[in-house]
């Protein structure tokens, strides 16, 4: 593959997006809203996306899953950061990025992106690559979860050299990240971009490979957790925390970024907004109490596996 398989990375990524959401109908025994979406002409980004979303389910309070497959002009800043040489050249992307937002405050917040990206700079020959990754939320910490998430991580990237999972992890850790608060958003996963070391159809497989362990990795974690009791004390702390997750996806997200810069589709980009969430002024949790010890014993930098 010396070029980017444009029809077997579509093939698989709407693949994997009706799979995801199967996933999310399985539990809240509904069906997504499917919403198709092609762009119109003259504007500055051009290509089609289907964005599939479950609102106010019993189990899933909001899940989106959104395919989109662009080109346009030139990459914006977000794309570009770390390939200056790249600034201005026209591009193709495409991917699936998801998140899920249970209802119960002891199940985690998910999110997953995976993505190919070509630019193609006047002159030269195209440049690829792929990202992405997946990175868990929890409100109320549990080991157990912690160690399968990460787990499975390690699992899919194995097989693409035992130096991924740990590059990959501190990548998400690093990337996952608060920078205004001093504050992990979760425990993490991994995390890569710009990748193309292994050659672009190995490099594709690995991106399979880690999108293929999402189900395994998050579906027995929401099994375990979804009718836990709670209150409105729980009830009450996922929504602060949920706070943290919107100010991360609106200030530091690259993908949020690179789609709202790029003249993405604005309904799509920011499918992974909670349903509800709030913020409360200088909030400070016991250490010791089941919230206190998100902060103490969860949201650090920790090799799980």
Known sequence: MSTLDVAAGRAFFLDLQQRLMGMVARFDGQAPVSDAWTKPAGEMLQGDGLTMILEDGAVFERAGCGFSHVRGPKLPPSATQHRPELAGAPFEAMGVSLVFHPRNPYAPTVHMNVRMIMAKPEGAEPVAWFGGGMDLTPVYGFEEDAVHFHAQCKAALLPFGEDKFPRFKKWCDEYFFLKHRGEPRGIGGVFFDDFQELGLERSFEMLQSLANHFIPAYEPIV???????????????????????????????????????????????????????????????????????????????????
């Not at 943290?244 to 992974?272: A, M």
């Not at 010890?293 to 090799?303: A, C, G, S, V």
Request: overall charge positive; glycine content about 8%.
């Open 223 to 305: 099994q375990r957790r979804k009718d836990l009791p709670y209150g409105e004390r729980e009830r009450a702390f996922q929504l602060y925390r949920r706070g943290r997750y919107v100010e991360f996806n609106l200030v530091w997200d690259r993908g949020t970024h690179f789609g709202l810069q790029s003249g993405g589709r604005t309904e799509s980009i920011l499918l992974s907004m909670p349903l509800n969430c709030s913020w409360s002024y200088r909030r400070e949790d016991p250490p010791d109490s089941p919230e206190g010890r998100l902060l103490r014993d969860f949201l650090i930098p920790k090799d799980w596996v």
